[in-house]
């Protein structure tokens, strides 16, 4: 940020070195304010950290909380979070030997959410970034099980994007805060 403060440095004789013999000196500390032109370019490198430190901690905060509630729905109805996640079961039953995966993959999440919960409230918003960076890999992958084995379509591109935005996400965060 760009200081308009000017400071004027008295000599111990009470006269400022510009000013001619004999005239007395502005004060100590001077106070110029900003020009009023409303046209006066703003830096956007400040303008764009601003925006993203505005936008993006609510933005991961919602991110973490999503993946708590899908963690606890994939514990309590695995059946349900299959469709969720794009490789429904077959059976309507809950006695699917894949409902224990559907589970990890649950838990997985709810503890993925956790974490970044738990880095947002202790400052670590690097972290957070960083994490949100390596997800795209997590993504990519449950993109590929997906379309390997047949999932619901549209649900594989579904995994690309969001791991994609968030690690698009995860970027600005680490940018942000160079």
């Not at 100590?28 to 901690?57: D, Y």
């Not at 970034?129 to 084995?149: E, R």
Request: hydrophobic share 45%; net charge positive.
């Amino acid at each position: 940020m760009n200081s308009y403060l000017a400071l004027h440095f008295v000599h111990s004789s009470g006269l400022c070195h510009t000013h001619p013999p004999n005239v007395r000196s502005p004060p100590l500390i001077s106070i110029a304010h900003p020009p009023a032109n409303p046209k006066l370019p703003l830096s956007n490198m400040a303008t764009w950290h601003s925006h993203l430190n505005r936008i993006l901690p609510p933005l991961s905060s919602i991110i973490g909380l999503l993946a708590v509630g899908g963690g606890i729905q994939s514990l309590l109805d695995p059946l349900a979070f299959s469709t969720t996640l794009g490789v429904p079961l077959s059976t309507t039953s809950n006695t699917s030997e894949a409902l224990p995966f559907i589970s990890f993959i649950g838990a997985r999440n709810l503890s993925s959410g956790i974490t970044v919960l738990a880095l947002l409230y202790t400052g670590q918003r690097k972290a957070v970034g960083t994490l949100f960076m390596c997800g795209i890999v997590t993504a990519m992958l449950d993109a590929w099980i997906c379309a390997k084995y047949g999932g619901t379509e549209g649900k594989a591109v579904g995994h690309a994007v969001m791991g994609m935005a968030f690690g698009a996400v995860g970027a600005g965060i680490f940018l942000s805060l160079r």
